[in-house]
């Protein structure tokens, strides 16, 4: 069975432009979750869907923002990019049932110049 | 506001020993305690788990400790190998993953 895909894996931007990121989740998995890895900071949750709809959010500004399809496959935007912005955006593909394990696409390696 | 602590950003241990990696959480109502470990360049792969009805999950070399009063949780690794030199995550699942900051795991040879 086919693992998380994420695309792309390393995308370079300039300060103020905006970028789109893309999951699709292991088939059958209806929850994508987004994380932000940065040094020193670990995994930050960002926000979950589920079926379409976000069902979790994080503390992260409205610049970051997200969405699903009917196929489960998800898409994650953040607009008007800042310096701090540059991370490693993890997406994690899971059941949506609790207590249960989520599984980890390779991540897309943003840089903002 | 950290949910998930990791104190201890970095270990390094000798080959054929024990690796003890530690994280503490703060609230009581999570029911469901994850480790993963993470390779530069990569996703973190899950490793193993633990509900909160138990208080010892094993998995081959890997044991997973949760002491509820205190809050905190361990992994053992039995004996470490240096493929095992990694970043260590912990983790627990309430409505959405809450992740520590991690701890980077050195196994000499």
């Known amino acids: 069975k086919a693992g998380v895909t994420q695309t792309p894996r390393y995308l370079i931007k300039t300060r103020g432009q905006q970028v789109t990121l893309s999951c699709s989740p292991i088939s059958g998995h209806r929850s994508v979750s987004w994380y932000q890895q940065t040094p020193g900071q670990g995994l930050q949750f960002l926000f979950e869907y589920f079926s379409e709809t976000q069902r979790n959010k994080g503390n992260f500004p409205g610049r970051f923002s997200g969405r699903q399809f009917s196929n489960s496959r998800s898409e994650m935007n953040v607009s008007t990019l800042e310096l701090g912005d540059s991370a490693l955006y993890l997406c994690?593909?899971?059941?949506?049932?609790?207590?249960?394990?989520?599984?980890f696409g390779q991540g897309t390696r943003l840089t903002v110049v | 506001d950290q949910q998930v602590k990791q104190n201890s950003p970095s270990l390094s241990v000798q080959e054929g020993r024990i690796s003890i990696l530690n994280c503490d959480y703060t609230n009581s109502m999570f029911d469901y305690f994850l480790w993963y470990k993470k390779y530069p360049a990569e996703g973190p792969t899950f490793l193993i788990s633990i509900s909160s009805i138990k208080d010892k999950n094993e998995d081959g070399r890997f044991t997973v400790f949760l002491n509820k009063s205190a809050k905190h949780l361990s992994l053992h690794i039995v004996p470490s190998q240096p493929g095992d030199s990694a970043v260590y995550f912990c983790a627990n699942t309430g409505n959405q993953f809450y992740f520590g900051t991690g701890t980077s795991l050195t196994v000499i040879p």
């Open positions: 994690a593909s899971g059941s949506g049932a609790g207590n249960t394990e989520a599984f």
